[in-house]
């Protein structure tokens, strides 16, 4: 009997050290997965720019609102990643609500973002249809 009681203790503090651990590297790797979705919109707007730039300088048409609207995209998914791993820490409704609000927006903004691109694509494919 005692042995049991023993080794239910044990069971319980590494299940509180498991949990210890969990709220000490998922908001490190949350912030990492956050800052590199963050990157990707940075370094897809900056690139967009420049076509844009050099669209307007030598009166060529490139596919820009293609680029920016496909890092805009792979960054908000990054971000949708970071939030879903930061329901692993969640303690309260309270921070359920918000979370889950904050994905809603997130996916919601994704959805129009995969719809302005795919009819930017069909756009792009009637003027090159119509250049041949």
Not at 19 to 39: C, F, K
Not at 41 to 60: A, D
């Amino acid at each position: 009997m005692i042995s049991l009681l023993l080794l239910a203790e044990t069971s319980q503090e590494s299940v509180a050290f498991f949990e210890h651990i969990v709220q000490i590297i998922v908001p490190e790797i949350t912030g990492i997965i956050e800052l590199m979705g963050i990157i990707v919109i940075i370094v897809g707007s900056i690139k967009s720019f420049y076509m844009y730039g050099r669209s307007i300088l030598k009166h060529v048409h490139y596919p820009i609102k293609l680029s920016l609207g496909n890092s805009l995209a792979l960054g908000l998914e990054f971000k949708m990643g970071a939030e879903i791993l930061k329901t692993v820490t969640i303690r309260t409704i309270d921070e359920i609500m918000i979370l889950g609000a904050i994905i809603v927006l997130r996916a919601l903004l994704s959805v129009l973002i995969h719809y302005e691109v795919k009819n930017e694509k069909e756009h792009n494919q009637d003027i090159t249809d119509i250049e041949y």
